[in-house]
């Protein structure tokens, strides 16, 4: 089992989460996270740590972020590792809660 960070996230990238996480599992995209699948314990630390609600259980994925799993495995093995928690980006409010973001996703 693994948690996923969902389309929530982009252009949001608060790291708030990365701070609590014991295995450093997190990867950093230009605009997103990313959870590397193989190195998540399942600890849940993070879900709660997250300002805009964009992590998930993997059994708790909403259908509509379904592609998000694939897409944590597929950039966690090209990004860099992330283990200190970063200022957000200056417009991350602007961008919380905005639906169908996943175009705007930089890789």
Known sequence: ?????GEDCI???HTDCVEVC???CFYEG???LVIHPDECIDCALCEPECPVDAIFSEDELPEDQQQFLEL???LAEVWPNITEMKPAPDDAE???GVPDKLKLLER
């Open 1 to 5: 089992m693994t948690f996923i960070v």
């Open 11 to 13: 252009k949001c990238k």
């Open 22 to 24: 014991p295995v450093d």
């Open 30 to 32: 230009p605009n997103m």
């Open 72 to 74: 944590n495995a597929e």
């Open 94 to 96: 602007e961008w919380a």
